[in-house]
């Protein structure tokens, strides 16, 4: 009986991958482990670079296919208007000589062509997209990093070694993004890895949350931050009436950026 030979190039290997979670929605390491007759590692590693693609979203044990809302996001121009308008809002907050944290994410990379005007800034960053762009800015803030175990889902460093470097520090501001936000229980997140994000706030007097309207009610299945470690939110001018009010009756500031 002829054996059914399963692909072994790398490429090949991973555009299967692909197939199988546009057929099934989602697969374990252990199911592509064998289908494969691969190692653990080298399916982690496929994973990986899948998810760095925006293919899919890692979960505990395998991956899940990327969200359609996440894909539409990605690509819809009006988003990048959005992410500009709470920018410019969120940095309306920032005084000189603040010092601040701006976590990783795209929302909150967006915050930092609004810092040129502001002096003596001290940011903190575990991103080294963020940190890049800093360097570039003409009024030279002083830039601080987390340092840690560099994380490829997030292109952060994470860690305790991040966590510990923060901890040596007090800062004003707090700017985090997020994948979702729970009306009842605040931002929500893919990513297993919040423990980070919580020391932000936790070393933070003013802890503030940029996000489109849109990510509002989407419930991920792991929490990052609760109200109750949320001091404002910067969002945009879609955000209907009532869940703002929702929001507020946490005890959360709604600040609404116009994008138009």
Known sequence: ??????????QQRRHRIVQLLQSQGEVSVEQLVQLFDTSEVTIRKDLTALEANGVLVRRYGGAILMPQELLDENQDEHLSKRKLAIAKKAAER??????IIIDS???TAALINQLNKKQGLVVMTNSLSV???LRALENEPTLLMTGG?????SESFQGQVAAQVLRSYNFDQLFIGADGI???RGTTTFNELVDLSRVMADVSREVIVMVESQKIGRKMPNIELTWQQ???????DVLAEDIRQQIEAQGVEVICASAV
């Open 94 to 99: 920032i005084a000189d000589h603040n010092r």
């Open 230 to 236: 949320i001091d404002v939110l910067v969002t945009d």
């Open 149 to 153: 175990t560099w994380d490829t889902r």
């Open 105 to 107: 994410g795209n929302t």
């Open 1 to 10: 009986m002829k054996r059914n030979i399963q692909p072994r190039n790398t």
């Open 182 to 184: 729970d009306l009842e």
């Open 131 to 133: 940190a890049t762009q």
